[in-house]
């Protein structure tokens, strides 16, 4: 089993500053404070901040424009996700003008299927935990989402578990993982019956279906998808930096 490292200060940094950045508290097209406002608020040196910020530069987030100082990249309100980062629905659906809500359709123990213990490198002894959740984008469902976690990661077995969490907060509430980055296969599909009855699909209208693996800064998978995704309904724009 890989030893799990605390995540060094530029990582918690990067991590805190992307947050802030996702959850608009740095708004589009705003002036970030300056590397020493961020060193001293954070208690960490200019160098950390400086690694920091070129990191966030070279995705496209912020712009540093020389001896007037570093901004959000102002399209970023004309995006869902970024290709560095990984898709969060509710934001995703709260960003193309929606108010986002979550249906959690099932959490669930069972036995993980032969594509979810490849993804998840377990075996097939190993039980997992399963939710099932439907986003819906003022009041219309657009996501089908599905989760599979390896039973081994869970801190302690609950009673209950918030199905309305992001993955990424799920993971770390109840397995105290961090995910580093995520693996993504999308394509289009026709939904079976039962998905599409879900989404209200007519018979004849694709899907996009995604898989994804979330894996740690050890390259450990943390976490399987397969969601169902309305993009009629429910536009996807993606940035990525060059």
């Known amino acids: 089993m890989p030893i799990e490292r605390p995540l060094s200060v530029v990582d918690q940094v990067n991590a805190l500053l992307r947050q802030r950045i996702r959850d608009q508290v740095y708004l589009p097209g705003s002036r970030l404070p300056s590397e020493s406002e961020l060193a001293q608020e954070l208690g ?3 160098a950390t901040v400086r690694t920091v910020l070129a990191k966030l530069a070279a995705e496209g987030l ?3 424009k020389q001896g007037d100082g570093t901004f959000v990249n102002q399209r970023l309100h004309e995006i869902n996700t970024s290709l560095g980062g990984m898709l969060d629905f509710s934001q995703l659906i709260r960003s193309s003008g929606y108010v986002p809500s979550i249906e959690t359709q099932s959490v ?3 036995q993980p299927t032969p594509t ?3 993804a998840l490198g377990v075996g097939e002894e190993t039980a997992v935990l399963a939710l099932s959740r439907l ?3 003022d009041g219309q469902p657009v996501i089908l989402a ?7 990661l869970l801190l302690e077995e609950q009673q209950e578990y918030d199905g309305s969490l992001p993955i990424h907060t799920f ?4 397995c105290g993982q961090e995910i580093a980055y995520a693996i993504y296969d999308i394509q289009a599909v026709m939904p079976g019956a039962e998905t599409g009855n879900v989404l209200a699909k007519a018979t004849g209208q694709p899907l996009l279906k995604l898989t994804v693996t979330f894996y740690s800064r050890e390259n450990r998978p943390l976490a399987w998808g397969l969601s169902y995704y309305d993009d009629a309904r429910l536009r996807l724009r993606l940035v990525q930096a060059w």
């Open 171 to 174: 993971l770390r509430t109840y």
């Open 44 to 46: 960490v040196s200019r």
């Open 62 to 64: 912020i712009l540093r």
């Open 116 to 118: 979810e213990r490849e």
């Open 108 to 110: 669930m123990w069972r």
């Open 146 to 152: 599905q989760n599979v976690i390896p039973a081994s």
């Open 135 to 137: 986003f819906f984008a």
